[in-house]
Every structure is written in C-alpha cells, then in structure tokens.
C-alpha cells in the first residue's frame, strides 16, 4: 500500500489545498492530511478547528485521512509508513523554499520522495493568509474557500 503524507499548516484548508489532496488521493493508496502545530506561524484557528473543517470539506474518500504532526516530517512519516511527501507547487516563488526542504527531508531520510503537484491555474495565486487578509477587510473570498470554511472565517472574525 503506497501512502503519502500531506503536511502543511491548513490556516484554514483552501480551495488550493483541496485541489491537491484530490490529486494526491487518485495517484496514492492512502493520503494522511497532516495538520502542524506551527505555533511560529501564530495561527487563527487551532489545530482542531483545522482539523474539523478539513473533516468537513475533503470529499468522502475513504483513503484521506486527517491527523495532526508536532514533530519533523520525516519522523512523522516512517511511524506512518508512508512512501512520499505532498507539497504542492504553485509559482516559482514556491520553488526554493521547496526545493530546500525537498532536500533535506532527504538528507534526513533517503528513502521519503518528495512530490510536488501543481493545482489548476485558477488556484495558483491562492493561499490561506490572502483569504484570511481579503476577509479582514470584508472581501468576498466565496470562491476561494468551501462555504464551511467562510462561516468560521466569519465567526472567528467576528470574536476577535
Ligand atoms: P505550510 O506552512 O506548510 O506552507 P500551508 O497550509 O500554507 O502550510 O501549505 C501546505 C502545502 O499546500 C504547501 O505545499 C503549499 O505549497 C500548498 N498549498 C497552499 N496553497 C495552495 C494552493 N492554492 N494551491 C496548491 N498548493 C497549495
């Protein structure tokens, strides 16, 4: 059974990182979406409330799953099993920061291959700090994040 992890901070899941996930689940036996704590990233959402809106938009495939990582990749995915990392690609920008990480991971664990996958074009511009930017200042970010996900945008910015 070929597995694959697919970390990343998810501050909340996009349109962008659900892209990914559903080509990640058509070329892996298993996907494990894992949620960082990344406390240095100062967060909006907790590490359950990522995980619940995860749960709650990934379509109902039974190979994804959700789960969280505190520690470094590599060792999170030999007590997992897993054969490769997903990271996903969207601009140049993202590349040698990528490229950096792809590399150690592999100094680190020779036998963990990074895959990158590109998501449609429509995505490439998207990440979860503009959405949580355009929805500070009242922007419409419907196409952009999966309605569960704007309602506790909302909700969260409407505590602050
Ligand atoms: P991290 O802190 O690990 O970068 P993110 O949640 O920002 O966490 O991203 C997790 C992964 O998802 C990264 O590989 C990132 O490149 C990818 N990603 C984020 N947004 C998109 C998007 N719009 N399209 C494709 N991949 C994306």
Redesign the pocket.
């Known amino acids: 059974m070929k597995i694959a992890i697919?970390?990343?901070?998810?501050?909340p899941v996009?349109?962008?990182?659900i892209?990914?996930i559903n080509r990640a689940a058509l070329i892996f036996d298993k996907v494990i979406i894992a949620v960082?704590t990344?406390p240095q990233?100062k967060p909006l959402f907790s590490v359950a409330e990522r995980m619940d809106m995860l749960a709650h938009v990934i379509s109902n495939t039974p190979n994804i799953e959700i789960d969280r990582i505190d520690g470094l990749v590599v060792d999170y995915a030999m007590a997992k099993k897993a054969h490769a990392v997903i990271?996903?690609?969207?601009a140049v920008s993202?590349f040698e920061f990528?490229l950096q990480m792809a590399l150690v991971n592999r100094k680190l664990c020779e036998e963990l291959i990074t895959v990158f996958l590109m998501?449609h074009e429509k995505?490439?511009y998207?990440?979860?700090g503009i959405v949580k930017e355009l929805a500070t200042f009242g922007g419409n970010i419907n196409c952009f994040v999966p309605e569960y996900v704007l309602n506790k945008i909302k909700e969260k910015l409407h505590d602050h």
């Open positions: 697919y970390p990343g901070t998810f501050d996009t349109n962008g990182h892209d990914i960082a990344n990233k990271r996903g690609l969207r993202d990528e998501p995505y490439s998207l990440n979860s």
